[in-house]
Each structure stands twice: as structure tokens, then as C-alpha cells.
């Protein structure tokens, strides 16, 4: 038992979740977040806990990656790859960014003159027709080093069948490469399909300096301030990973902060008895969501961050639209009103935040609109916003093109941020087959609550349940997210006929490493279970169904458990099996998680002293088409069973929920509130 404190780094706010799991008590924090060194932030919001010597463990969700990917500010890369292999990023899976026409470029993070092939060749069936040459290899590498290359990629086609190629180069290279960023791809992805193996490998390269750079940073910080326990970061799989192997593999960390966020949401959604939710987490520059089924996020394979850039490993599904606080408002060539995807980001920030910027924003919107309130700005670092300058820059910027006032223009904002809203969390239920009126909406970060109204009355959804602290949600993730750690092998083979022992002994093999890597993690677990899952398909087809095998034991695997799982996972897919053609199984994947200790939610329930009485606040102006006298509520004051009909607001420090008018609200067991249709 220790004291863990969750970071989560946003684009305004770096969140904090303090939780002492002696005494099961709790507190909760946030800093504004110093975009282009988010170490400051960090540092800065650790110190409001007391001393980082006392602090047991600190586990971090992070969205520098992700940030590197998105605004290509990686790395200069050098690949060396197998002679006639050179354009493999560029051909991808002869995809186009426009669909219907032969326009959009693309440009790789690796420059084609930073992308050097050289005579090798290992055929499909692991066999060596031609071995490298380490004096060509070397050469090649001081040609990239003398380019400019910080990381350094090995790519060598059919590397998944045997490595050998790949890991003698590494071993020359290594002799005279100046740092530790260089990897080969049979140890980022040995899994075949080579765009997908190159594609990962060489991202993985691209942010090893930016983010071992940060992390490093970190932790020489922390040692400064006598940190002596376990520092974590949250892997894009909702797992949890060691900073070491978060700078060995900061490919794992491209979604790290909305996955923890998904992770606390579904934990959440599960304790107040909603199985089946759509998470939708509202920050300062996006919104993000993710499908929650029975209780169970939805894992994907692979996820592509933006056109061509895809990264094959394991990561919650999460679907990312540029619609935060922080988007800003403009009137196109058109005449047509954009919100985002531009942000202002923390620096300037929206207009009312008085810190020099001039263009409005979502925020600036609700602002105007008495749905924040001005004079108790979230986040603690403004004693107040300015409303006026907020309301000039809507009139300036969309009000006068629009001949709209500027109420009328903060209201078109607002509606046209709830549009783009409604898009992102159809395009992940109906999309996938599911109807979004038979779930319930999870809105958290610093401004999802804003938005329950439309999540309900503009996409349908049954139900709002809105956590206890919507704000910090991604940090509280970061405390109860289970450790994990994914292996993945090629085996490409027909299962008719299969080594049966073979396959036993690979996945007895794969599941002791992955095994040993939660062990070290250095936090507490109930305990650690495997799980196996098959990449299958039917003879002949190209992609491939996930299966995922009834066992935890590699010695009860056999061919005819392989053959009925599959079966089994093809007919709830697609309706139907193929008898008589033959099976094959593609990849092995494994995992190990560490299951965390269970984490009290009733620890969050309003304390003895809370009463309706207590959180009033009294009324004050509200614009819903008009404007509308609104009852405002201390949030955190609510006791439990308190009903509260709209329109009315509910305020609290990390976050601000609107009720509008013809919804309800009911404060549940665990101090979430959960909102209806009146």
C-alpha cells in the first residue's frame, strides 16, 4: 500500500488524481498546462500534494507522442532496408487521401533520401538467401548519421521469419551509432505485412528522442525532489508500462492520455450499472471518444493517428475530432461557420482567459452564454474571465458575418461543436453496428459536461452519466489502469497439421516474458493473467478476425480449440461460417495484466454533510434560445438522491455540467450524476 498519484498532460490542464491506498482518501488537482515544455506543468501540480520523497508511485498519461505525431515534430529518421524496399512507406496499401481523385499529398516522416537499401534477403519461410554485409551497413548508417539522422529504423523485408538479417546489422550499426536510438523491426513488430512492420518501426523511431527526451527530463526532476518509488506511463492499450519501456517503445504511447480516460470512464460506467456507454472526453484542443460494450472497452489491432501514419499495436479504439474548449470559431470563404480544428491551446488559450489571445472559442461561446461562470473559472490559475472581450471577439470574428448578434453567434457555436460531437460518437456506434439510443453518454474532461444536452437530445442517447470529477477522469484512469504488456509472433500456417507442441511451447514461451515485464513493474497486482489471441483467417482471404482463445493455460491448447473459437468469433462477425475451405492462423498474440487493486468507488460519494440546501447558489441568467433564470448548485455538495430539473448548472472546481431545460438530474450512489429526459 502506497500513495499513487495519476498526471494526466492536456492541452489547457495537466489533471492529478492523489490517492493514499492505506487510508483510501483522495485528492484531486489541476495546473495549466506549458505547451512545448509539459514537464513545468507536471512538476508544478506534484508540488500542491506535499513532498515527491513521500509519494509511492506516480503514473503518467501523456500525450507527447501523440502531439509529435500530429504536428510532425519527431525526429529526423534514417531507414536502411532491404535493397528495392525504399518506397514501402510511400506505397502504404495503395490508399489515396482523397478517395475520389488522384490529388492529396502525403509526405513520410523519413525523407526518400534518408531511406538507404542494401543487399540482403530473407524469404518467407525464414530461410537466408543472402547475408548482410556489416561494412555496407556501416557505411550506410554513417551516410544517414552524417545526413542529420537522430534514430535510426532497420526494416528488412520477411524480418518476421527470422531476425538474423536484421539483428547482425543492429549489431555492426551499434558499434558506431552515437545513441541509443536505434531499433530494428523484429523487436518493435515481428509480424508480417511489411508497410505495417515499417510503418510502426519507423514512428517508434521518430519519437524515441522527443519522448525519451521528456521522460528523461521527468525523471531527473523527480530524482532532484528525492522521488524514489515507481514512475509509470499509460500505454495506448489502457495498460500501464515502465518509463524505460515507454522510452524504448513510445509508439505504445500514442494514445496514452484519451486511453486512460476511456479506461476510469468504463470503470465508472460498470460500478453505477451502465454496461454498454459511448465515453466522450471534451479537453482544450479535441474530443475524444470510444465504445464501451458490456462493460468492456473495444481494443483495435491498429489505429491510424492521421492518413498514412499507422501504428500496429494493440490500442483502445478511440475516434479524435479537433472540438475542444480551446477550438476556434471562424466564418469560411463560404460563409459557412468552423469550429475547430485549429486551438488555441493553453498558450494564448480561449479570448476571455485575458492571456493575448484574439480569436473566439468553444469556451469563449459558453462563456457568453452564462454557461461558465465567469467569476470561478475551473482550474484555479484565473481569478476570473473576461466576459466582454470574449463577447467583441464572437461579434468580430462571426457575429458581423452572420449579422448575428452576440448571444445568436455564441449559441451557432455551441450548436455547431454539439454537431461535430454527434458525428464523432455515431461514426463509432453505427458505423460498428450499434445504436447509440440504447447507450448511455460518459462525458468527462474539463468541458464534456457543458455538453450533456445535446449528447441526449441531439444523438439520442438514453442517459448522461457524468463522473464525480469530469475534469480529472483521465488522471483517476491513470490510478486504476491494470499493468500490460503485448507480444505479438508470426506463425502464418494452416492449422490442419499443426505442430501442436510447437504452438504450446511458443505460447508457454511468449506468455512467461510478457509475464516477467508486468512482474518488474514495481506496482501492486491481485494477480496476473495471460491472454491469447489468434490473428485467423479462411484460405485466401487477406484480412484477418481477432480470436481470442476460452484458456489461460498454453498446455490445454489444440488445434480443434483453435478451429471452434475461430468458427465461433467468424459467425458473431459475419453471420455465417465456410465449411469446407481451410483455416489458417496468422499471428500469436499475448498479454499479460497485472489486475490493479480494486478501486472503492463509494470513496467518491458525497460525505454525511451534503444537502440540497448547502450546494444552492443561487440563480443567475442562462441563454437556451433565450434567456432563462437557472439555478446554480455547488456540485460536490449534492447529496445523494437529490433530483434537479433544468434548466440549471451545476459547478464544481475541475468541471461545469449544464442541465438544460426538459432534463433531470439525479445524484447516484457514487456522487455521479446521472441525467434523463424529464
Known sequence: MSTVVGVDVGGTFTDFFHFDEATRRFTVGKTPSNRGDEAVGFLAGLK?????????????GTTVGTNALLERRGARVGLITT????????????DRRQTWGLWGDFIPVVDRDMRLEVGERTLADGSIRTAIDPEEVRAAALRLRASGAEALAIVFINSYANPANERAALEAIGQI???????????????????????????????????????????????????????????????????????????????SGPAAGVIAAAAIARHAGYADVITGDLGGTSFDVSLVVD????????????????????????????????????????????????????????VCYGQGGRLPTLTDANVVLGRINAERPIGGALARLDVRAARAALLAHVGEKLKLDAEEA???VVRVANARMAGAIRLVSIAR??????????????????HVGALIQD??????????????????????ADIRHD????????????????????????????????????????????????????AGQTHTVSVRLPTEDPRAVTREMLEDAFEATYRSAFGRILPGIGIRLVNVRVAAIGRRPRFDFSALAPGEDASLEAAFRGTRPVWFGGWREARIYDRLRLPVGAEIAGPAILEQPDATTVIDPGLVARVDDFGNVVVIRA
Request: hydrophobic share 45%.
Open 177 to 255: 551509432w552515437p545513441n541509443g536510438h536505434i531499433a530494428c523491426s523484429s523487436q518493435i513488430l515481428p509480424e508480417i505485412r511489411e508497410f505495417e512492420r515499417c510503418s510502426t518501426t519507423v514512428l517508434n523511431a521518430y519519437l524515441q528522442p522527443v519522448v525519451g527526451s521528456y521522460l528523461g527530463k521527468l525523471d531527473r526532476a523527480l530524482a532532484g525532489e528525492g522521488f524514489s518509488g515507481a514512475f509509470h506511463i499509460v500505454q495506448s492499450n489502457g495498460g500501464v508500462m515502465s518509463t524505460a519501456s515507454a522510452a524504448k517503445l513510445p509508439v505504445r504511447t500514442a494514445l
Open 295 to 350: 462493460g468492456q472497452v473495444c481494443l483495435a489491432a491498429q489505429t491510424t493517428i492521421e492518413f498514412g501514419l499507422v501504428i500496429r499495436t494493440p490500442m483502445i479504439e478511440i475516434a479524435t475530432i479537433g472540438a475542444g474548449g480551446g477550438s476556434i470559431a471562424s466564418v469560411d470563404a463560404g460563409g459557412l461557420l468552423q469550429v475547430g480544428p485549429q486551438s488555441a491551446g493553453s498558450r494564448p488559450g480561449p
Open 48 to 60: 500542491q500534494f506535499g513532498r515527491a520523497a513521500e509519494l509511492g508511485s506516480i503514473v503518467h
Open 83 to 94: 535493397a528495392g524496399f525504399a518506397d514501402v512507406l510511400e506505397m502504404r496499401r495503395r
Open 410 to 412: 455564441a449559441e451557432a
Open 433 to 450: 453496428g450499434h445504436d447509440p439510443q440504447l447507450f448511455a453518454a460518459v462525458p468527462f474532461g474539463g468541458g464534456g459536461a457543458l
Open 487 to 538: 507480444q505479438v509472433r508470426t506463425v502464418n500456417r494452416p492449422i490442419d497439421g499443426l505442430d501442436e507442441a510447437a504452438l504450446r511451447a511458443l505460447l508457454a514461451s511468449e506468455a512467461a516474458s510478457t509475464r516477467a515485464v508486468v512482474e518488474g513493474a514495481g506496482l501492486a497486482v491481485d494477480g496476473v493473467e495471460n491472454v491469447f489471441e489468434l490473428d485467423m483467417h479462411y
Open 459 to 480: 444523438v439520442g442517447m438514453k442517459a448522461a452519466l457524468v463522473p464525480r470529477f469530469p475534469g480529472v477522469t483521465s488522471a483517476l484512469g491513470c490510478v486504476i
